[in-house]
């Protein structure tokens, strides 16, 4: 049985800096040889793809409103992923969501990513 946790969400002032963190067991594979991604959604809008990290470690970015402020991280024998979120402002609030991707490489396509987490909230306050 798959399990993705996210962690670390929680309330930050506009300007402020947070780190949210995934953790990924029970993978058929390795989970090095998965991408994985980081997503999220505001109430009443769809879900978003913000940053995909491929098998070795390539980024690819998905949503221009958080390049430059928001870096995503893997480490490979502890099982994590890592979003660094830098200069958040009030429309970065939204649930975060973790997944991992059926195939080593990216995808755009959300229907590309079988496993997710329960996602935790994220709160940028002005």
């Known amino acids: 049985q798959v399990q993705v946790v996210e962690s670390g969400g929680g309330l930050v002032q506009a300007g402020g800096s947070l780190n949210l963190s995934c953790t990924v067991s029970?993978?058929?594979?390795?989970?090095?040889?998965?991408?994985m991604g980081w997503f999220r959604q505001v109430p009443g809008k769809e879900r978003e793809e913000l940053l995909c990290i491929n098998w070795v470690g390539d980024t690819t970015h998905y949503l221009d409103s958080v390049r430059g402020r928001f870096a995503i991280f893997r480490d490979n024998p502890k099982n994590l992923l890592i979003l660094q979120m830098n200069s958040l402002i009030p429309d970065d609030s939204a649930v975060y969501y973790c997944a991992s991707g059926k195939y080593r490489t990216c995808s755009p396509s959300e229907s590309d990513f079988p496993y997710w987490g329960q996602g935790t909230q994220v709160t940028v306050s002005s």
């Open positions: 029970g993978l058929p594979l390795y989970f090095s040889q998965y991408a």
